[in-house]
């Protein structure tokens, strides 16, 4: 793939509404990065911010036709490198593409990819419904970029991730066709699940435009407990409990350099000295819960255990679970993991990251959405300190290293993007990795979609 001309840049502009093709560099820069910040990412030569289906497929016939690499893009807060720019390419961006229609009879929403999460859950709401996903960036992720990487959340320990919710959708492929993939039908098995092959495939398929998502009735009123430990295994040792005799609504873990950091932001009494906190939900409306919940923390040592049936109240220990990434980014840049393990793994993944950090003298805070075993190690990098950034480096792989070790996973819910690629051999194996570039190809024979995202 070579250089483009201002030629064929232009053709595209004259393809394309006036303002849907953005040049300037100035502009351009916002289209680089997403936030994972890949220091490898490069300015796109030009970002089509596309309004319409017809917009991608203009956008993609071109690309096709001049051999051009294409990034799909939603609002740009991935986390492992996917979305961000690359060389003598394009950034294709939903941002603009909002409209939403809700159908309470059938429970479904008809999105385009552009909303927010917290605009679908706002536009279900509305109507008596609920929209269960929920990342911590829910305010400012996209409805498309969440079915791009199968975005989980708080929630999904009960109630599941993105692909759970996706019955359908509009998806434009390499070559510009538009296809349609499932539908407003909670049943459907005509043909093969093309629409969960989408489901987490990073844009590396095709672009989507559209998606159909089932809704539930409104989440029931919940209870919150927040346990304090002295010792992370205590900590891990009472999830363990928890998860072998009841499935809570959230089940969320932070470590000590995370309570501290939000605690340097929200000021909302967090004990500073604690090794680890567990914030755990139940909305079943029964006493068992919460007695099961009470018992596996006090029997595993928890020095504190606060519950309450306020919403309100409850909810500020959810805001300080989600606010645990931006207030560590405060520290410093971030090289943030996504590892998970089986559930029974849990303990020896929180002391392996542990001993990592200490032996490469790092800081990495730990949070999880403990109930499924998808831990989020955040390390801090000193940008100033060349030999910080070395050493957190090889924290990034030693911690991958680990959770493959344990049977796990490179990635539960962010995707694999561009900084994980070299580990997910490792984890896959050869004959599945054969298997993906086979698909890859045949959807996508020029490879102009996203490349160097998943496969190199």
């Known amino acids: 793939m070579g250089a483009i001309s201002s030629e064929v840049l232009a053709e595209l502009t004259a393809a394309l509404p006036d303002g849907v093709v953005l040049t300037d560099p100035d502009g351009l820069d916002k289209y680089r990065w997403d936030r994972a910040l890949d220091p490898a990412a490069e300015p796109p030569l030009a970002a089509v911010r596309a309004e319409c289906t017809e917009h991608v497929q203009t956008t993609m016939r071109w690309a096709t036709q001049h051999r051009i690499p294409v990034v799909p893009r939603g609002a740009g807060s991935g ?16 941002e ?6 809700v159908d309470p009879v059938t429970r479904i929403a008809v999105a385009q990819p552009g909303l927010f999460n917290a605009e679908v859950k706002k ?13 911590s960036s829910f305010e400012i992720c996209s409805i498309g970029g969440n079915v791009a990487t199968n975005a989980g959340g708080l929630c999904c320990v009960k109630y599941g991730v993105t692909t759970d919710y996706v019955l359908g959708m509009q998806v434009v492929l390499a070559d510009g066709r538009a296809i349609r993939l499932g539908g407003p039908r909670v049943k459907d098995v005509a043909g093969l699940s093309l629409t969960k092959l989408f489901v987490g495939s990073e844009g590396t398929l095709g672009i989507i435009t559209e998606v159909t998502l089932r809704l ?36 969320e873990y932070m470590d000590n350099a995370s309570i501290n950091a939000v605690e340097d932001v929200m000021k909302m009494g967090l ?7 567990v914030v755990a939900k139940s909305d079943a409306g029964d006493q068992r819960e919460i007695d099961t919940l009470l018992d596996a923390c006090h029997s595993n040592g928890c020095t504190e255990c606060f519950h309450t049936d306020d919403e309100t109240e409850g909810e500020m220990f959810v805001a300080a679970r989600r606010a645990v990434i931006p207030s560590v980014e405060r520290k410093g840049r971030l090289l943030l993991e ?7 793994r849990l303990p020896d993944l929180v002391a392996g990251i542990e001993k990592i950090a200490d032996d490469r003298q790092v800081v990495i805070a730990l949070i999880a959405h403990a109930g499924d075993g998808n831990t989020h190690p955040l390390i ?9 950034e070395r050493r957190a480096t090889l924290a990034f792989g030693e911690i991958m290293d680990l959770a493959i070790a344990l049977g796990g996973t490179i990635t539960g819910e962010h995707g694999v993007g561009r900084l994980k690629r070299p580990w997910l051999r490792d984890q896959v194996g050869d004959d599945v990795l054969d298997v993906t570039r086979a698909i890859k190809n045949a959807l996508d024979p020029l490879g102009i979609l996203n490349p160097g995202t998943i496969l190199d």
């Open 123 to 135: 536009a279900a709401a509305e109507v008596g419904l609920w929209y269960p996903p929920d990342p």
């Open 380 to 388: 801090v990098v000193d940008p100033s300190d060349p030999d910080c």
């Open 271 to 277: 004990d500073r000295s604690a090794a680890a906190i």
């Open 338 to 344: 996504d590892v998970g393990v089986p559930v029974p």
């Open 79 to 94: 986390l492992s490198g996917g979305a961000g720019g690359i060389a003598r390419g394009v950034v294709v961006s939903t």
């Open 96 to 101: 603009r593409m909002r409209e939403i229609s």
């Open 216 to 251: 539930m009735p409104a989440q029931p009123p919940a209870h919150t407990l927040v346990a304090t430990f002295r010792d992370t295994r205590d900590a891990t040792a009472a999830i363990l409990k928890i998860t072998s005799t009841m499935r809570p609504s959230m089940l």
